[in-house]
Nanobody
């Protein structure tokens, strides 16, 4: 059974930085497609943020965070990081990490939130103006 656990959220001012962590345990870590999502206050839907394919380190970013966020991994620790720089108030929300064993093409081009079976509980990010 795969388990996912996020950490690293907090409160910062506009322009600040935070680094989120996503620890993935159980199963073969290298087979995972790992994606960060966020859910803004009052919103029902979760928005995709960034994806990493654990086997070969390929990444993909949604337009809203390109150039500001960086997703990376430490394979030895089965952990994915989301470095968030130049934070804006609209980046505020609950950040979730999800993992599942999708092949690379699906992971980086077609995967949707509803496809993932394994989710963490989320970590809160608040950016004040």
């Amino acid at each position: 059974q795969v388990q996912v656990a996020e950490s690293g959220g907090g409160s910062v001012q506009t322009g600040g930085s935070l680094r989120l962590s996503c620890a993935v345990s159980g199963g073969d870590y290298s087979r995972n497609c790992i994606m960060w999502f966020r859910q803004a206050p009052g919103e029902e839907d979760r928005e995709g943020v960034a994806i990493i394919y654990a086997r070969d380190n390929r990444t993909w970013y949604f337009d809203s965070v390109k150039g500001r966020f960086t997703i990376s991994q430490d394979n030895a620790k089965s952990t994915v990081f989301l470095q968030m720089n130049a934070l804006k108030p609209e980046d505020s929300g609950m950040y979730y990490c999800a993992a599942d064993g999708f092949p690379g093409v699906q992971c980086l081009t077609r995967v949707r939130g509803g496809d993932f079976h394994y989710w963490g509980q989320g970590t809160q990010v608040t950016v004040s103006s």
